[in-house]
């Protein structure tokens, strides 16, 4: 069956990156874009934007734009997303859930169990 | 950035009682509207898609309408397993974006 499954909680210190993974399977990767998504706080959701596998195309949220980098590799059918220059603000459960681009590009049918990274020094 | 506006915050339901949740887009988003059920400690189902298509294996008590700007979920007849956050998401424009989240619960 479909499952993505990300990385570890992670405990970072204020100013560093952190780079988490989404690894895909039960399904044909490139078939289906990856988004992130943040949620704070126990409760509000953040679209942080998605990224194409089969092209490597991206699309960020504005908000976003300077603190995450998305990207996949296509061999292991794994995602990633680096967040940098990390502050309080960022400690979060962070999520990867996929989408058909050409169907329904915002309709987020399956999702990873989450990762919480957590920023104090 | 389209805000989407969620209410109630939050419900308390008697088991078998018809709630329902409702969620104001500030600009008509065509019913490119989701919702998703979410229970603690774990990630966000799809229930509805393009404001009223149920998703595979989501119990037919379940149901999405709206159009425009303003756009609702309904549970018909309360279940002990429906307890738990629900957010709408639109898909209208990028960036998508959430509502505030309704937290329901049994009475």
């Known amino acids: 069956q479909v499952k993505l499954l990300q990385s570890g909680a992670a405990l970072v210190k204020p100013g560093d990156s952190v780079k988490m993974s989404c690894k895909a399977s039960g399904y044909t990767f490139t078939d289906y874009i990856i988004h992130w998504v943040k949620q704070s706080h126990g409760k509000s959701l953040e679209w942080i934007g998605y990224?194409?596998?089969?092209?490597?195309?991206?699309n960020y949220n504005e908000k976003f734009k300077s603190k995450a980098t998305l990207t996949v590799d296509k061999s292991s059918s794994t995602a990633y997303m680096e967040f940098s220059r990390l502050t309080s603000e960022d400690s979060a459960i962070y999520y990867c859930?996929?989408?058909?681009?050409?169907?329904?590009?915002?309709?987020?049918?399956?999702w990873g169990q989450g990762a919480s990274v957590t920023v104090s020094s | 950035d389209i805000q989407m506006t969620q209410s109630p915050a939050s419900l308390s339901a008697s088991l078998g009682e018809t709630v329902s949740i409702e969620c104001l887009a500030s600009e008509d988003i065509y019913s490119y509207l989701a919702w998703y059920q979410q229970k603690p400690g774990k990630s966000p189902q799809l229930l509805i898609y393009a404001a009223n298509r149920l998703q595979d294996g989501v119990p037919s008590r379940f149901s999405g309408s709206g159009s425009g700007t303003q756009y609702s979920l309904k549970i018909s007849g309360m279940q002990p397993e429906d307890e738990g956050d629900y957010f709408c998401?639109?898909?209208?424009?990028?960036?998508?974006?959430f509502g505030s989240g309704t937290k329901l619960e049994i009475k």
């Open positions: 998401l639109q898909g209208s424009k990028f960036p998508l974006t």
């Open positions: 859930a996929r989408s058909n681009y050409y169907s329904s590009f915002y309709v987020m049918d399956a």
């Open positions: 990224i194409n596998p089969y092209s490597g195309g991206t």
